[in-house]
T-cell receptor, first 114, second 115 residues
């Protein structure tokens, strides 16, 4: 089966610009996660969706970050406006259902804000 | 709140030597523990997990980890490493499996294997 797809793989923008990342989870996976991984740190959860509803967005900086999962499949994560400290790898992961424990990760999008 | 501490940011070892990557966690409730591996330019992959039962868990490529509740640890070990084990390893904890499960990750340990 195909894995979690993310695009773009790399993005360089200037501060105050906006950027969007796209994630296509594994087919049939109900739960989708967005993580931020700053260099030298472990991934930090930004937002969790169950189908097209938000389960947890407590660590999402909502003044500049937004995410949606229309129709419970693909998801986009947007940053507007970007700051230097947003430079990181943004990881998308999916999990199949309520009884499953394993999260499957995409390759990530590396964002550099200059 | 849960947290995970990986005590070593980098671990260099020679090929065929044993290795231990240390992980300690804090949690006030039941825990489920995971080790994920990230090979260069790839996404994270689940290496092994502890959910319940035997405290010693193994992966298919020779790694093992032991859940120690009294020491709140979940150290990862391999008796003889290979060049292909070069990667970053992340320990993670969750208080749920299924449902609203979310993972809290440690900072990662970069394992470098020297020939």
């Amino acid at each position: 089966e195909a894995g979690v797809a993310q695009s773009p793989r790399y993005k360089i923008i200037e501060k105050r610009q906006s950027v969007a990342f796209w994630c296509n989870p594994i087919s049939g996976h109900a739960t989708l996660y967005w993580y931020q991984q700053i260099l030298g740190q472990g991934p930090k959860l930004l937002i969790q969706f169950q189908n097209n509803g938000v389960v947890d967005d407590s660590q999402l900086p909502k003044d500049r970050f937004s995410a949606e999962r229309l129709k419970g499949v693909d998801s986009t994560l947007k940053i507007q406006p970007a700051k230097l400290e947003d430079s990181a790898v943004y990881l998308c992961a999916s999990r199949s259902g309520t009884g499953e424990y394993e999260q499957y990760f995409g390759p990530g999008t590396r964002l550099t804000v200059t | 709140a849960q947290s995970v501490t990986q005590l070593d940011s980098q671990v260099p070892v020679f090929e065929e030597a044993p290795v231990e990557l240390r992980c300690n966690y804090s949690s006030s409730v039941s825990v489920y523990l995971f080790w994920y591996v990230q090979y260069p330019n790839q996404g994270l992959q689940l290496l092994l997990k502890y959910l319940s039962g035997s405290t010693l868990v193994e992966s298919i490529n020779g790694f093992e980890a032991e859940f120690n509740k009294s020491q709140t640890s979940f150290h990862l070990r391999k008796p003889s490493v290979h060049i292909s084990d070069t990667a970053e390893y992340f320990c993670a904890v969750s208080d749920l499996v299924g449902g609203a499960q979310k993972l809290v990750f440690g900072q990662g340990t970069r394992l470098t294997i020297n020939p």
